[in-house]
């Protein structure tokens, strides 16, 4: 997979890990991923089933991940995670017809929305989907919220080109300035953000530690 | 008439298995039919212009205006019962010279 990413010009890539996985075997996918030019960001994908589990797994796990992701699953997680700065992406099941990214996710959201358009779209030939899709990017562009937009690919199939993801996104509505930024400085600028956050000299927004050179 | 201003791209096939020629263009044509309609596939006109089995490359064009499009539908293209293939765009050019120059 590693090898195909670099055939497709990929940068970074974030790559989605189990809480529970060991450094040692982190240290080891990264490497895979970097002998072949391509750099990592570790990120964690949460599906809590209720607020109280979502509060405990960011407390325990916001600092150690560059990226968090939570897969809204209900009403009451999707506003939680939208609401909380610690989360810095959500995303929506597009199988689930009960709950989707409406307008009062949108005005609550203070992180950005995900697409995963890959998975969710290629192979099924889900009109629905398409149709949720849309309806969705249409909220998010209403409400300037932030797009993020990815493949979701769990295997080698699931790969494709940022440009194809972009071109996607068109499709279903982006204009070409918004996908290109959804594939690229949209995905960036979170990770340097929260890598900023990460360091020892954060304090909190607009406070860091700042040690005067030694003459 | 005037001539019409074509795109051509350069994408490489994924495939766990050898496929031919005939596959790959059902696969393509099958792609942009269910996605755009047989309107689309006139609109789009997709055309393989080149196919190489051996470096699993391909240089595929279609009309200018329809790009998006096309490069869509080759996004959501995953293959069969009997062949998964994915397809993955290398390079967008406006000659077949600069679509060959990305080929590896």
Redesign the interface.
């Known amino acids: 997979m590693a090898d195909l990413l670099s055939t497709a010009h990929y940068g970074t890539v974030g790559l989605t890990v189990a809480t529970g996985l060991l450094n040692e075997r982190i240290r080891s996918m990264r490497r895979i991923f970097e002998d072949h030019g391509v750099g990592t960001v570790l990120r964690a994908d949460f599906k809590p089933s209720s607020r109280t589990e979502l509060l405990r797994l960011l407390r325990r796990f916001r600092n150690l991940y560059d990226v968090v992701a939570v897969r809204c699953v209900s009403q009451q997680v999707a506003t939680v995670s939208c609401r909380d700065g610690r989360v810095d992406v959500v995303f929506f099941d597009v199988a689930n017809r009960n709950l989707r990214f409406s307008h009062t996710f949108a005005r609550l959201l203070r992180g950005a929305v995900e697409f995963n358009l890959v998975s969710d779209l290629a192979g099924q030939g889900d009109v629905w989907a398409f149709s949720r899709i849309r309806k969705a990017i249409m909220v998010a562009r209403e409400h300037h919220a932030n797009v993020v937009l990815s493949s979701g690919a769990r295997n080698h199939e699931m790969v494709r080109s940022p440009f194809q993801i972009s071109a996607l996104a068109m499709m279903l509505g982006l204009t070409r300035e918004e996908s290109l930024r959804g594939v690229s400085s949209a995905p960036l600028a979170i990770v340097t953000e929260n890598r900023v956050k990460r360091s020892p000299e954060y304090v909190e927004e607009g406070v860091k530690i700042v040690v005067p050179s030694r003459r | 008439m005037r001539r019409v201003a074509r795109r051509y791209i350069l994408v ?1 096939i ?1 495939c766990d298995r050898k496929f031919t020629n005939e596959q790959f263009h059902d696969a393509l044509y099958d792609a942009v039919t ?1 996605f755009f309609g047989e309107l689309g596939v006139t609109r789009i006109d997709p055309r393989i212009v080149k196919f190489d089995m051996e470096s699993s490359t391909a240089i595929v064009s279609c009309e200018r205006s329809a ?3 096309f ?2 539908a ?6 069969d019962a009997e062949v ?1 293939m ?1 397809l ?3 390079r ?1 050019s406006g000659t077949i010279k600069g679509a060959t120059k990305g080929r ?1």
Request: glycine share 4%; charged share 25%; aromatic share 0%.
């Open positions: 490489k994924v269910r790009t998006p499009e490069e869509s080759l996004t959501l293209i995953t293959g998964s994915t993955l765009v290398l967008v590896k």
